[in-house]
């Protein structure tokens, strides 16, 4: 899992409401603290609550809950499966045919045997191989999963 700083307040303002650097929209902010896209959209509930003619408070409340309860059993069941990880998955546990690994936004590893292709608005990795996917694992998305695709490691021979 990320390591993550835990921060003390004493009462007063706390470090961790200072807005990082060139922040000018929610955005800026939902990538600054990585967020997920369930947290990603509570925040954004939030920040409009009740502003939006097609959005009244009793919807974004809903939307609030529904997200947040998306959440709540995501982590729930990660934890239930053990399958949360301490970092990404080793390729010694990589399926033969796996030639690729990837990271989709909500934390899943995949192996993959064709290089898959990020699939624009999904925040997931695809490949046009339905097969030749697998599950590696969950871990705790660290930097820009976008950043997560490699591919198999060339073995050296002696």
């Keep these: 899992m990320k390591d993550t700083v835990k921060y003390v307040s004493d009462g007063s303002t706390a470090s961790y409401y200072v807005l990082p650097d060139g922040a000018k929209e929610l955005q800026d902010l939902i990538s600054a603290r990585d967020m997920n896209a369930q947290i990603g959209e509570i925040f954004r509930a939030c920040y409009r609550y009740g502003l ?3 959005s009244d408070k009793l919807r974004d409340a809903k939307k609030i809950l529904f997200y947040a309860q998306a959440e709540v059993a995501r982590l729930e069941a990660l934890e239930a499966s053990g399958s949360w990880a301490e970092g990404k998955p ?3 546990s990589a399926p033969k045919w ?5 990271q989709d936004e909500n934390g899943e590893w995949w192996w993959h045997e064709l290089r898959p292709a990020l699939v624009v608005g999904s925040g997931e990795w695809a490949s046009d191989d339905q097969e030749g996917i697998a599950f590696a694992g ?3 998305v660290v930097g820009d999963w976008r950043d997560s ?3 198999r490691p ?5």
């Excluded at 060339?154 to 002696?158: A, H, I, L, P, R």
Aim: include cysteine; glycine fraction near 10%.
């Design 52 to 54: 939006c003619r097609h």
């Design 90 to 92: 080793d390729w010694g």
């Design 154 to 158: 060339v073995e050296e021979v002696e």
């Design 98 to 102: 796996a030639q690729w690994l990837a």
């Design 149 to 151: 695709l490699e591919g």
């Design 138 to 140: 969950v871990t705790e």
